[in-house]
């Protein structure tokens, strides 16, 4: 007797992963240890200068020394890399090298910047080869990378823990990134001690990172409803999963803990910056691996056509609209476009991110309400308004969201021009 395998024409495998992790006051001061289990004697430490004002690098250079690594510290990161920021971190990292190894000390900008170092030092190719499509070339990287050891300093992007790197690319002024597996730093080491100088404008704005990826994330189109892949066609996000939904479920819960607690009293308030370091790996370990959607398409234009606007608390050299903002500014819209597709999940996430919350009349309006509340409360712009566009920039900022189908095809409800433009139009105010 034979197993006869059915002919599935929808999918049945969803695909997880993650790093190890080392969590907890103090855990910087670990890394030398860990990075001396992997035969390297010569480290590159990647963060950007106000990171490196600040120390952080410089004591990961000396604990690494105590273990016979030599290393050296790059902090020439862009705050919102871009192409030609992540290109000349490329040709330093080339110049000076080889190295054995790497570690990024700093926020998603030093990580991301860091898994493009790796990529681009480790084997041939230019950073347009490997770029997502239709932007570039979604070349798949041949072979293994070398070890990455990603220390987070602010808790929003998840990036210590996802296989994918993000960029403005300027000529074409939007955002698009580099996912693959293989990209994955091999270790998180995340201190929460490192978080308690950020500003709350910081904080606010990267925790807005860490709750658009736990909501999209667990709102994204189910995994058996896409179309039945070969292996070799098998992509970093599948769409959400029994495994990535436990993960957001648990960072929605410690958002409603402890979001607001960081942004109005983080310099003092260790258990509320441990709670939101903690859901932003969680996040990252959720959307890393199911996907996100709507806002984070959105976001990609929101950041890459931004005209003159300077948020506090970050460098005021040129203007520049915070990820973490600029997923969040569409998002309660995004959320009443997609109910209909998992209104049961809508509702579900509403609850977990505020417990409290009074049930209103229209069910749809319901994670909407909880999210703006939540946006008012810790100072996050009213609306792309908030940040310089207007009604009439909606035409332009469209075809940004619509180059971004890795991430639309991972919504529930697949949007046309025509959604995008409107959610961006009643986008302009929340509020």
């Given at each position: 007797?034979?197993?006869?395998?059915?002919?599935?024409?929808?999918?049945?495998?969803?695909?997880?992963g993650?790093?190890?992790?080392?969590f907890g006051?103090?855990?910087?001061?670990?890394?030398?240890?860990?990075?001396?289990?992997?035969?390297?004697s010569?480290?590159?430490?990647?963060?950007?200068?106000?990171v490196?004002?600040?120390?952080?690098?410089?004591r990961?250079?000396?604990?690494?020394?105590?273990?016979?690594i030599?290393?050296?510290?790059?902090?020439g990161v862009?705050?919102?890399?871009?192409?030609?920021?992540?290109n000349k971190?490329?040709?330093?990292?080339?110049?000076?090298?080889?190295?054995?190894?790497?570690?990024?000390v700093?926020?998603?900008?030093?990580i991301?910047t860091a898994?493009?170092i790796n990529?681009?030092?480790?084997?041939?190719?230019?950073?347009?080869?490997?770029i997502?499509?239709?932007?570039?070339?979604?070349?798949?990287?041949?072979?293994?990378?070398?070890?990455?050891?990603?220390v987070?300093?602010?808790a929003?992007?998840?990036?210590?823990s996802?296989?994918?790197?993000?960029?403005?690319?300027?000529?074409?002024?939007?955002?698009?990134?580099?996912?693959h597996?293989?990209?994955?730093?091999?270790?998180?080491?995340?201190?929460?001690?490192?978080?308690?100088t950020?500003?709350?404008?910081?904080?606010?704005a990267?925790?807005?990172?860490?709750?658009?990826?736990?909501?999209e994330?667990?709102?994204?189109?189910?995994?058996?409803?896409f179309?039945?892949?070969?292996p070799e066609?098998?992509?970093?996000?599948?769409?959400?999963?029994?495994?990535?939904?436990?993960?957001?479920?648990?960072?929605?819960?410690?958002l409603?803990?402890?979001?607001r607690?960081?942004?109005?009293?983080?310099?003092?308030?260790?258990?509320?910056?441990s709670?939101?370091?903690m859901a932003a790996?969680?996040?990252?370990?959720?959307?890393?691996?199911?996907?996100v959607?709507?806002p984070?398409?959105?976001?990609y234009?929101?950041?890459?056509?931004v005209k003159?606007?300077?948020?506090?608390?970050?460098?005021?050299?040129?203007?520049?609209v915070p990820?973490?903002e600029?997923?969040?500014?569409t998002?309660?819209?995004?959320?009443?476009?997609?109910?209909?597709?998992?209104?049961?999940?809508?509702?579900?996430?509403?609850?977990?991110?505020?417990?409290?919350?009074?049930k209103?009349?229209?069910?749809?309006?319901?994670?909407p309400?909880?999210?703006t509340r939540?946006?008012?409360?810790i100072?996050?712009p009213?609306?792309?308004?908030?940040?310089g566009?207007?009604?009439?920039?909606?035409?332009?900022?469209?075809?940004?969201?619509?180059?971004?189908?890795?991430?639309l095809?991972?919504?529930?409800?697949?949007?046309?021009?025509?959604?995008i433009?409107?959610?961006?139009?009643?986008?302009?105010?929340?509020?």
């Amino acid at each position: 007797m034979t197993f006869e395998v059915p002919e599935y024409t929808e999918e049945t495998i969803f695909t997880w992963g993650a790093p190890p992790l080392k969590f907890g006051a103090g855990a910087i001061d670990e890394v030398g240890f860990e990075l001396s289990a992997y035969d390297v004697s010569r480290v590159l430490i990647v963060t950007d200068p106000g990171v490196n004002a600040l120390g952080a690098p410089q004591r990961l250079a000396d604990n690494l020394s105590r273990y016979g690594i030599e290393s050296e510290i790059f902090d020439g990161v862009h705050v919102e890399p871009t192409d030609d920021s992540m290109n000349k971190a490329t040709e330093y990292a080339r110049a000076q090298g080889p190295w054995d190894g790497f570690v990024a000390v700093g926020g998603g900008s030093a990580i991301d910047t860091a898994k493009a170092i790796n990529l681009l030092t480790s084997h041939p190719g230019e950073l347009m080869d490997y770029i997502n499509k239709p932007i570039g070339g979604a070349k798949v990287p041949p072979g293994q990378l070398k070890p990455l050891i990603a220390v987070p300093t602010t808790a929003g992007t998840g990036s210590e823990s996802t296989a994918m790197c993000v960029l403005d690319i300027l000529s074409m002024k939007v955002k698009t990134g580099i996912s693959h597996w293989r990209l994955r730093p091999t270790l998180a080491v995340i201190d929460p001690l490192l978080t308690m100088t950020l500003p709350p404008q910081v904080t606010a704005a990267a925790g807005m990172d860490i709750t658009c990826h736990a909501l999209e994330s667990y709102t994204a189109r189910y995994y058996t409803t896409f179309d039945r892949k070969k292996p070799e066609e098998r992509v970093t996000y599948c769409g959400s999963n029994p495994v990535s939904d436990l993960w957001c479920e648990k960072a929605m819960s410690l958002l409603a803990k402890s979001f607001r607690a960081a942004v109005e009293r983080g310099a003092e308030d260790v258990e509320a910056r441990s709670d939101m370091m903690m859901a932003a790996t969680f996040a990252g370990m959720g959307f890393g691996n199911s996907g996100v959607h709507i806002p984070h398409a959105n976001a990609y234009p929101i950041a890459g056509m931004v005209k003159d606007y300077r948020p506090q608390g970050y460098p005021q050299d040129e203007a520049m609209v915070p990820h973490g903002e600029s997923v969040s500014l569409t998002a309660p819209e995004a959320f009443r476009f997609s109910f209909d597709s998992a209104p049961e999940r809508h509702l579900r996430a509403a609850e977990l991110m505020d417990p409290r919350a009074d049930k209103v009349n229209d069910p749809r309006e319901q994670l909407p309400g909880v999210l703006t509340r939540l946006m008012r409360d810790i100072g996050i712009p009213n609306g792309i308004g908030g940040v310089g566009y207007t009604e009439a920039d909606v035409p332009d900022l469209v075809p940004g969201t619509m180059k971004q189908q890795r991430l639309l095809a991972t919504c529930p409800r697949t949007p046309t021009e025509d959604d995008i433009a409107d959610i961006l139009t009643k986008s302009v105010e929340n509020w």
